[in-house]
């Protein structure tokens, strides 16, 4: 009997059912959408009870779509959105909605654990900043603020932990996951006692940590009729949806790095041990591969920049592809391709929401610098593109201080453009690899991650079953000394910059 492996990637705006052939051949996917609640202006949740109905919904449908029999269905895996805080009782039961990662409430959590632990001496325990958008300063914010739905949560849970709960019983995450909780140990991979101690907040409202290839159980009889899965199908808890890419792109050996090119954006490679950045740029995830690491830098807004560029200075083009039937993001690709390397020394600072990585820098804002009489169209496009890799190109220049790399995989909607690829593969100045599959890299881990922990394959090597390489493009060695200094000035711009917007944040 042939056997197949469904994938669940649940993101914040909808969980992605995915079915793979054990061969690695992807079958068919579904999606079912879910609310996110944004109110009092930072806070942000979602209902638990949306996930696991978005989780039936998807699985009914795909069964019903790919018409594969349930008992083919050798394992259940996930990915899923990270950094969250769901509470529940002894029965699983939610007592409040998720507060999920784009929460930032707990500003004041976060301050006060600052006071007990030291953001270098957090970073080098976590291998990330302490920040409001980690599990436990959230957990802090319901102890502090609603005690007693604290004093009635049995465990705090990420939103593939809770759909493992309601298909399985068992009350567990994964490292990954655990890592998003802000208070796992990184050296250890068990939770830290030194920042639990330092939060305040007791250490059995937390579950218990396993691999991401841990098999949690299998699928008992009331989440079976909920599904259409066959009772006693196995379930591997995955991973962490920021990790499972990893697996998906084909990072899974020291020095495999790739970079997601969405609305966001991240370059992540993999490595032996955790890096430390001493300017705290970067962060480390525990790897879904164990005893491995996932080091990264995420950008805030990235594709969104190149969206903004479209919706606010391509009007023509918009208009034109209206009125051909063509694609307005060929024709704006077009006009890039027009302007020479280095965009006539015009620079743009992508910064429309702050940024992350590798700034960690709430007042910025997008800037435009270096326009002049003669500045073209064309310039002011492929700038924005450029802007964003300039700030990408950064990350990657702090992560190949410490590890080997020699190509880079190129995965997510930006990664259509062929310009696009050819100016990362020019300021990086590696070898850009595009694979057949551009959007299914968290599934796929996911995926490959459950055939892994159930048996069906004997390592993660398999990748090579599931992702093909359709093509590549190669970096210009003429443009290195162009995009080098072009990428000091950007660095320069921004730290003049920086001044300012601190100094006049009260005005953005």
């Not at 202006?41 to 978005?54: F, G, L, M, S, Y």
Request: glycine share 8%; proline share 4%; with cysteine.
């Amino acid at each position: 009997m042939e056997r197949y492996i469904l994938a669940h990637d649940l993101g914040t705006s909808g969980n992605k059912a995915t079915l793979f052939h054990e061969s690695g051949r992807l079958i068919d996917s579904y999606i079912s959408s879910y609310p996110t609640h944004y109110f009092n202006e930072n806070w942000v949740e979602q209902n638990p009870n949306d996930w696991w109905n978005a989780v039936c919904f998807s699985t009914l449908n795909i069964l019903k779509n790919s018409n594969i029999d349930p008992q083919q269905i050798e394992v259940v895996s996930f990915s899923g959105q990270m950094m969250g805080c769901l509470v529940v009782d002894q029965d699983g039961e939610p007592l409040r909605p998720s507060i999920i990662w784009a929460d930032q409430r707990a500003v004041k959590q976060s301050s006060e654990l600052e006071k007990a632990i030291s953001q270098t001496e957090f970073y080098h325990i976590v291998g990330h900043r302490n920040t409001p958008s980690y599990g436990i300063q959230k957990l802090m914010w319901i102890r502090d603020n609603e005690p007693e739905i604290y004093n009635k949560a049995y465990k705090t849970l990420n939103a593939k932990d809770y759909i493992v709960f309601k298909l399985t019983g068992a009350f567990v995450t994964d490292y990954s996951d655990g890592n998003s909780m802000g208070c796992f140990d990184l050296h250890t991979f068990t939770w830290s006692n030194r920042i639990i101690e330092a939060s305040g907040i007791d250490s059995s409202k937390l579950p218990d940590l396993q691999p991401s290839t841990y098999q949690a159980g299998v699928i008992l009889p009331d989440a079976a009729k909920a599904t259409g899965l066959a009772e006693g199908t196995k379930v591997v808890i995955g991973a962490g949806d920021g990790v499972t890419a990893n697996i998906g792109a084909g990072s899974v050996r020291e020095g495999k790095t790739y970079c997601s090119l969405g609305t966001s954006a991240w370059v992540t490679t993999t490595s032996k041990k955790p890096i430390f950045d001493p300017e705290m740029r970067i962060v480390t995830w525990a790897h879904a591969i164990p005893g491995y690491y996932a080091p990264n830098g995420t950008m805030q807004y990235a594709g969104g920049s190149f969206n903004w560029m479209k919706e606010t200075l391509c009007q023509a083009e918009l208009q034109a592809a209206e009125q051909t039937g063509s694609s307005p993001y060929d024709l704006i690709n077009h006009k890039i391709e027009k302007a020479a390397a280095g965009s006539g020394g015009v620079l743009f600072l992508p910064y429309f929401l702050g940024e992350r990585a590798p700034r960690w820098d709430a007042v910025s804002k997008g800037s435009y610098l270096g326009i002049k009489s003669d500045t073209t169209h064309e310039e002011m496009l492929r700038s924005v593109v450029e802007g964003v890799t300039y700030n990408l190109g950064i990350i990657y220049d702090i992560l190949k201080e410490h590890i080997d790399i020699d190509e880079l995989i190129l995965i997510g909607g930006g990664a259509k453009s062929k310009v696009w690829r050819q100016i990362i593969a020019d300021v990086f100045q590696l070898p850009v690899r595009i694979p057949d599959y551009l959007d299914e890299a968290g599934s796929m881990g996911a995926a490959i991650i459950g055939g892994v922990g159930a048996g069906m394959y004997d390592s993660f090597d398999v990748i090579e079953n599931f992702l093909h390489i359709q093509d590549s493009q190669q970096p210009n060695p003429q443009l290195i000394e162009t995009y080098q200094l072009a990428k000091r000035q950007f660095d320069d711009f921004y730290f003049a910059l920086q001044k300012v917007y601190e100094k006049h944040k009260s005005v953005y």
